[in-house]
């Protein structure tokens, strides 16, 4: 109820999702803050050693990078939920839908199509061809549906004034979420009367969304339904659990590449009872490493002659190949262009504002503002490469100078995102964190926005940084139902 | 179910059977040599040694048997790919393999064993307490296939690890006999058979059809004839011969099937009076060649579609 209040909670600078500035909760968050201070204290330090023997049982930890001792930390999820009010997420849902059809717009485009954004100069062809995500073997590779990104991970930050704005893009082989359904599962085993008091939007539905999207993407009828399967790089993968799950959630064999095989331009997984015909390939390999007849000869995770079955349209691979070009960091500035010019609408959902370091002008300023800004080399993701201005060293705003001189196309600047924050708990008390928010995006023979989606939670005071790798956490991530 | 998989589960349950049957043999040796009686400490362990087909590659490592190398080589020694600890962790990593296809009870016990004995200073408990280890290990084995047996589904995962199993113990039993056979005649002939029927649990089986009296041909031919007792070569190929029945879909295991059927019938229709009389030998050489001949039947029918790395070692050569 509005009026209740957090005593002794420090707001954080930024938007804070769940209290206003006068310390008062937020209305959707009313019955949850006061469900947890029914709860006290010392009833939730013994919930969450419940959330953590249940993590722990089920096996879902992560290796911290940079431990020695190769300990693993159980899962970390925070028990105080992330909530989005039913007007919130309408708006993001209808943001992310329509970037998503556009992003496959674009790339069924560039594969298949004129290439007319890049013949009306809306994107430069060079920025495009020059991309390491874009695949010359894609080029006429038919997508059913045109579904090229079928599962698209689309990174959202919430700036001051509460906006959601796309950080960026991962239309690849994006991960997180196994960790959505887990956290769902164990929030509602830890503190049941939580959910239990509001009108949440179910996440368990994900396998069959999933495998509903793959089947419309199975290139032929077929007898007995189409058969998917899982395509894992195997149990060294650090996201081999990810794999794993969904290959029990969706029914489908979890394969590695040994398992497949091609024969006549038609793929087949090797079973107890012979070869057996594939027709929809989930993949979480990466593209370099689909079919070593092709691309890297070093690869023993592809099926050799995959592309051939591919080009002879006799199985479907999700996500497609050369997906990397739309997610490219370089491309990323001109997807709101994208969206006016095959949507013919303005995007819902801004981008964060972003200097291209190729303009003469805009390196310019942006090398003169190096140390406000954040670099982020373009071709990588999960963090990886990224300069924070305002934390680097003099050397090393040096350095990233340089590198920008050197490939102007490698990089992009960006203003740095005053992440929103969200109450924590953090030793048995409630203390301001930044989040983000990863939602997921299925397209098939339609596009679904997935409720909710993985929000990420820097545990360290202040940190931007929300890469569970480097200290970051989780939390259940609540859409509520519409209000009657 | 895919081919690979099946291979993980067939061997995860020959190298779970394997460390059992090395705990158990390890500690009736043991044991055997403690109670006196039986032949020198040399000759015991190398009789142990030569059932596991382990004589050669000890030799060429250690220059002479003792009590304390033999147990080291066999249980802890992690460069020696059947010993006991390493049965466990390839058991385990082929489990690993194939998680979703195991229930969680199963993986959780397999997995705790493993992390368990990797942790544990296994060299110390072999010189203080080793038979307190050997009963632990075989209790740990129980309690890993037995919470398999309650929780999985009868279906094809559950089929190849069983089958695994099986193949593994029958074959375990043949060594056993065929090491133990030729020294029935010595004086110490009675002790060495009683040692044999321990190995396996079955005195208490034995003594129940025969009496106290141990006859070494006819414990000999207990262990491969008895049609109730759970580790006796004919109840696991009749075992396997049920499973590859359930396996089998049409052709696929028509193969292993046939070979396994002249095996069951030659046990099936043996009289024991006879084997007696005219030694067991023959009946003994085709029944291990002919369950190594299913192993490999198995895997031609059922994992050739799928990928080949070496990773398994077994089999006459080694």
């Not at chain 2, 043949?174 to 030729?182: E, G, K, T």
């Amino acid at each position: 109820m509005p009026g209740d209040r957090l005593p002794g909670y420090q707001r954080a600078a930024g938007f804070d999702e769940a209290i206003l500035e006068s310390l008062d909760v937020r209305s959707h968050y009313a019955a949850v803050f006061d469900e947890l201070s029914r709860l006290g204290a010392p009833e939730l330090a013994s919930r969450e050693r419940l959330r953590d023997a249940i993590f722990r049982r089920l096996g879902i930890t992560f290796a911290v990078y940079g431990d020695a001792s190769g300990a693993e930390r159980t899962w970390p999820m925070d028990l105080v939920p992330r909530i989005l009010h039913a007007g919130e997420w309408a708006e993001i849902e209808r943001g992310l839908a329509q970037r998503t059809r556009a992003l496959n717009l674009f790339l069924e485009d560039l594969y298949v199509g004129e290439r007319a954004i890049l013949r009306d100069g809306i994107v430069p062809a060079w920025l495009v061809f020059s991309s390491e995500g874009f695949v010359r073997e894609a080029v006429g590779l038919p997508a059913p549906h045109g579904a090229r990104c079928v599962v698209a991970g689309i990174d959202l930050v919430r700036d001051f004034d509460g906006t959601f704005r796309v950080l960026e893009d991962n239309l690849r082989t994006p991960s997180g979420i196994s960790y959505v359904l887990q956290n769902r599962a164990a929030l509602t085993r830890v503190l049941p009367r939580l959910s239990a008091r509001c009108r949440i939007r179910p996440v368990h539905q994900y396998g069959s969304s999933l495998l509903t999207a793959l089947h419309s993407l199975a290139p032929h009828a077929s007898h007995d339904g189409p058969r998917v399967v899982v395509l894992t790089p195997g149990i060294w993968n650090s996201a081999y659990f990810e794999h794993a799950f969904l290959a029990q959630q969706m029914g489908a064999e979890l394969c590695e590449g040994r398992d497949l095989v091609v024969e006549d331009q038609v793929v087949y997984m090797r079973t107890t009872r012979g070869l057996e015909r594939v027709d929809v390939i989930y993949r979480r390999v990466d593209d370099a490493f689909v079919d070593p007849a092709l691309f890297r000869q070093d690869s023993v995770l592809g099926v050799p002659g995959l592309i051939s079955a591919l080009r002879a349209g006799n199985v479907s691979i999700a996500n497609s190949l050369g997906c990397g070009v739309a997610d490219d960091k370089a491309v990323y500035p001109y997807v709101p262009a994208m969206i006016r010019f095959y949507l013919g609408e303005e995007p819902i959902l801004p981008n964060v504002e972003t200097y291209l370091l190729w303009e003469p002008d805009q390196r310019e300023h942006a090398l003169s503002r190096l140390d406000q800004l954040v670099v982020k080399p373009v071709a990588a993701s999960g963090g990886y490469g990224i300069v924070m201005g305002p934390q680097a060293t003099a050397d090393q705003l040096e350095i990233c100078r340089k590198e920008i001189e050197q490939n102007p196309r490698g990089f992009i600047a960006q203003e740095l995102v005053q992440l929103s924050s969200h109450p924590t708990f953090i030793d048995g008390k409630l203390e301001a964190r930044h989040i983000d928010l990863r939602p997921f995006v299925l397209t098939g023979a339609r596009t679904e926005v997935f409720p909710g989606g993985l929000t990420r939670v820097a545990l360290r005071r202040g940190s931007f940084v929300v890469n569970s790798s480097q200290g970051g956490g989780s939390k259940d991530t609540w859409v509520l139902e519409e209000s009657a | 179910m895919l081919a690979r998989h099946a291979e993980d589960l067939f061997w995860a349950g020959r190298y779970l059977e394997r460390a059992e049957d090395t705990a158990r043999m390890l500690d009736v040796t043991y044991h055997g040599l403690l109670e006196g009686g039986s032949s020198d400490t040399e000759s015991a362990w190398r009789l142990l040694l030569e059932a596991l087909h382990l004589a050669h590659p000890y030799y060429a490592k250690h220059p002479s048997v003792s009590s304390r190398a033999v147990a080291e080589y066999l249980v802890a020694d992690p460069n020696q790919p059947s010993s006991i600890i390493s049965a466990i962790a390839r058991a385990r990593e082929n489990a690993r393999n194939v998680r979703e296809h195991l229930s969680t009870e199963l993986w959780e016990a397999l997995n705790s064993c493993f992390l368990e004995l990797r942790a544990r200073d296994l060299e110390a408990e072999l010189a203080a307490q080793p038979h307190e280890l050997y009963r632990e290990i075989r209790t740990r084995c129980q309690t890993i296939a037995g919470a398999g047996g309650e929780t999985m589904p009868r279906s094809d995962p559950w089929r190849f690890f069983r089958l695994g199993r099986l193949i593994e113990r029958a074959e375990m039993t043949c060594r056993m006999l065929r090491v133990r056979a030729p020294r029935r005649a010595l004086r110490s002939g009675f002790h060495d058979f009683l040692l044999v029927l321990n190995s396996v649990s079955a005195l208490e089986a034995y003594t129940r059809v025969h009496g106290a009296d141990i006859d070494p041909a006819r414990v000999i031919a207990f262990l491969l004839l008895s049609p109730d007792f759970p580790r006796s070569v004919l109840f696991c190929v009749r075992a396997t011969d049920e499973l590859l029945t359930q396996l089998d879909t049409g052709a696929p295991s028509a193969r292993p099937r046939r070979t396994l059927g002249r095996i069951r019938a030659e046990l099936e229709y043996q009289d024991a009076d006879e084997l007696r009389a005219f030694g067991e030998k023959g009946v003994l050489d085709r029944a291990q060649s002919g369950i190594w001949e299913v192993a490999e039947l198995v895997e031609e029918t059922f994992f050739a579609s799928g990928p080949q790395p070496q990773r398994h070692i077994f089999g006459p050569a080694a």
